[in-house]
Nanobody
Framework: QVQLVESGGGLVQPGGSLRLSCAAS????????MGWYRQAPGKERELVGY???????KYQDSVKGRFTISRDSAKNTVYLQMNSLKPADTAVYYC?????????????????WGQGTQVAVSS
């Protein structure tokens, strides 16, 4: 089992920045990919991006060039640096983790999830 705890959410003005953290504990050696998802009110949960154990990242088109996923293996922590934030980025952000060799394509592919952290972008 893997436990994930997000932190770093809050209220920020448009154009501002936030950095979210996701600390993993438990069977961390089972983790192959860690993803960030978000869910806005009334909308489906959507992928923000993910990072593999090898450091390969992939992002949703709407966040490319603004968001960066990184990892600190020594701390078992993954980060989501969010710059140039827009009101459309307002959502609850979740981190998720999965083991194995296959690239996760859907939220359902991730068995382990954090509790989520709220990000609100508003003036």
């Amino acid at each position: 089992q893997v436990q994930l705890v997000e932190s770093g959410g809050g209220l920020v003005q448009p154009g501002g920045s936030l950095r979210l953290s996701c600390a993993a504990s438990g069977s961390v050696f089972d983790i192959a990919f860690m993803g960030w998802y978000r869910q806005a009110p009334g909308k489906e949960r959507e992928l923000v991006g993910y990072i593999s154990n090898g450091g390969i990242t992939k992002y949703q088109d709407s966040v490319k060039g603004r968001f960066t996923i990184s990892r600190d293996s020594a701390k078992n922590t993954v980060y989501l640096q969010m710059n140039s934030l827009k009101p459309a980025d307002t959502a609850v952000y979740y981190c998720a983790a999965v083991g194995g060799w296959s690239i996760p394509l859907r939220a359902a592919d991730y068995p382990w999830w954090g509790q989520g952290t709220q990000v609100a972008v508003s003036s």
